[in-house]
């Protein structure tokens, strides 16, 4: 079964750090691209950076919100994918998401998500 | 980058109702256009891919159409099970892939 599972969310006080963690099953972890995606409490959804697998240059993009603060990397060799978060503001609080990319028809799509882990920023 | 509007932001239908919902590009993303529906406390689920595919497992009575900067996402005949919110999602060539703000959709 593919399974994405994140963890490390929690509390945390503005300019804090934190640390994001997805586990990945079930694929060929090392040959997927994979997104994080946050939600914001009663909002909609906001793409916050992609990284592409080894294989396809390991590149990395952000959205102009996080860039610069956050980090997203991965261990291949442990399926897993992490989001550092640095200088948190209160405006991250959100749910995050990781998802895998899929190409489908010619496009991308985020075709597997795990539950999200839930991040409060605040004093 | 490419900004994406939705319309309605929420509606309400009736079970058997056909539904439609728009979304538009800032832009021209030709068929780069993908539709999500989100439970509440769930994360969200790829419905249609490319504007108009179909993602395995979702009924059929979901289809989506356009290109360029208008597309719609349709439901033909509306399950209890269809309550959501959708979210329309660009994924033109290099990020960021944009989604749009939502479309809650109640049942009556």
């Known amino acids: 079964e593919v399974q994405l599972v994140e963890s490390g969310g929690g509390l945390v006080k503005p300019g804090g750090s934190l640390r994001l963690s997805c586990a990945a099953s079930?694929?060929?972890?090392?040959?997927?691209?994979m997104t994080w995606v946050r939600q914001a409490p009663g909002k909609g959804l906001e793409w916050v950076g992609r990284?592409?697998?080894?294989?396809?240059?390991?590149?990395?993009d952000y959205a102009a919100p996080v860039k610069g603060r956050f980090t997203i990397s991965r261990d291949d060799s442990k399926n897993t994918l992490y989001l550092q978060m640095n200088s948190l503001k209160t405006e991250d609080t959100a749910v995050y998401y990781c998802?895998?990319?899929?190409?489908?028809?010619?496009?991308?799509?985020?075709?597997?998500w795990g539950q999200g882990t839930m991040v409060t920023v605040s004093s | 980058d490419i900004q994406m509007t939705q319309s309605p932001s929420s509606l309400s239908a009736s079970v058997g109702d056909r539904v439609t919902i728009t979304c538009r590009a800032s832009q021209t993303i030709y068929s780069y256009l993908n539709w999500y529906q989100q439970k509440v406390g769930k994360p969200p689920k790829l419905l249609i891919y490319?504007?108009?595919r179909l993602q395995g497992g979702v009924p059929s009575r979901f289809s989506g159409s356009g290109s360029g900067t208008d597309f719609t996402l349709t439901i033909s005949s509306l399950q209890l099970e269809d309550f959501g919110t959708y979210y329309c999602?660009?994924?033109?060539?290099?990020?960021?892939?944009?989604f749009g703000p939502g479309t809650k959709l109640e049942i009556k």
């Open positions: 990284i592409k697998s080894q294989s396809d240059g390991g590149t990395i």
């Open positions: 999602q660009q994924s033109d060539s290099t990020p960021p892939y944009t």
């Open positions: 998802t895998t990319v899929g190409f489908l028809a010619g496009t991308v799509a985020f075709d597997i």
């Open positions: 490319a504007a108009s």
């Open positions: 079930g694929f060929t972890f090392s040959n997927a691209w």
